[in-house]
């Protein structure tokens, strides 16, 4: 990298680590390893979120176990079931594309990509279809084997 490319990197001020963007997220130090680890690490404005999204993915398939995979909460029975993560403006839950697709209907007034969804911070989290769409997950891995 030369000069003039290290001097427009943002450097962490409690880590130290450079990045290209201003403010970029990431962990300082050691990455969580729990779900709860992982949202205590969040914005104080984002946990409250988090916490709904675990619970009601928690209830819908509670056999599932909890891990951290790609720095994410995942629930995970033989693979990684579904997934969610805090942003900047939305909680995204990464159910896969064949979720995404079987809940296109539902889905239609969220911002969707290839086995993604984001649920604005600004509109009051949809628990029922989020749950619902963990469940599917669960049962399409049951049918897979």
């Known amino acids: 990298m030369c000069g003039l490319e290290e001097e427009n990197m943002w450097v962490c001020p409690k880590c ?38 675990n619970a009601a993915i928690q209830a819908s398939i509670p056999g599932a176990q909890e891990r951290i995979s790609w720095s994410m909460p995942t629930y995970w029975k033989g693979r990684n079931l579904i997934q969610f993560a805090a942003a900047k403006r939305h909680i995204g839950l990464y159910p896969g594309p064949k979720a995404v697709e079987a809940f296109a209907g539902q889905l ?38």
């Not at 962990?27 to 914005?43: L, R, S």
């Not at 600004?122 to 897979?144: F, N, R, T, V």
């Open 16 to 53: 130290g680590r450079s990045f290209k963007n201003t403010e970029q997220g990431h962990y300082c130090g050691k990455p969580p390893e729990t779900i709860e680890a992982y949202i205590d690490a969040q914005p104080e404005a984002a946990q409250g979120y988090l916490r709904q999204v």
């Open 108 to 145: 239609a007034k969220y911002k969707t990509s290839k086995g993604s969804i984001q649920f604005p911070y600004s509109e009051p989290l949809p628990l029922e279809l989020i749950a619902e769409i963990a469940k599917w997950c669960e049962m399409e891995c049951d049918a897979e084997k």
